[in-house]
Nanobody
Framework: VQLQASGGGLVQAGGSLRLSCAAS????????MNWFRQAPGKEREFVAS????????HYADSMKGRFTISRDNAKNTVHLQMTSLKPEDTAVYYC????????????????WGKGTLVTVSS
């Protein structure tokens, strides 16, 4: 199983970025796909999730209205569209998959990808 995150980079405050997570190695149709992030010196935190089968989404409160998670079934890819970015959004963003919802918790994930760095300058 491989989760390959991409799309990170340097962006000015107020700007946008779209992250992608390419999933391979198994069928993820029954999985919940998640984005987490970890800022320097901080714990990894939940950002957003999407249930692959239904498209149902869930967001951390601080990301609601700014971030949008979506999936592309044909490409087996999950996206995270980030808008109105703030310096405090600077972090390494990780893609993760949970077979049983996962509850938005780090411990509930079954698979992790390597992160992609997002840096938001002020």
């Amino acid at each position: 199983v491989q989760l390959q995150a991409s799309g990170g980079g340097l962006v000015q405050a107020g700007g946008s970025l779209r992250l992608s997570c390419a999933a391979s190695g198994r069928t993820f149709s029954g999985y919940t796909m998640n984005w987490f992030r970890q800022a320097p010196g901080k714990e990894r935190e939940f950002v957003a999730s999407i249930w692959w089968a239904s498209g149902m989404t869930h967001y951390a409160d601080s990301m609601k209205g700014r971030f949008t998670i979506s999936r592309d079934n044909a490409k087996n890819t999950v996206h995270l569209q980030m808008t109105s970015l703030k310096p405090e959004d600077t972090a390494v963003y990780y893609c993760a998959a949970a077979a049983n919802n996962g509850g938005g918790s780090v411990g509930g994930m079954d698979y992790w990808g390597k992160g992609t760095l997002v840096t938001v300058s002020s």
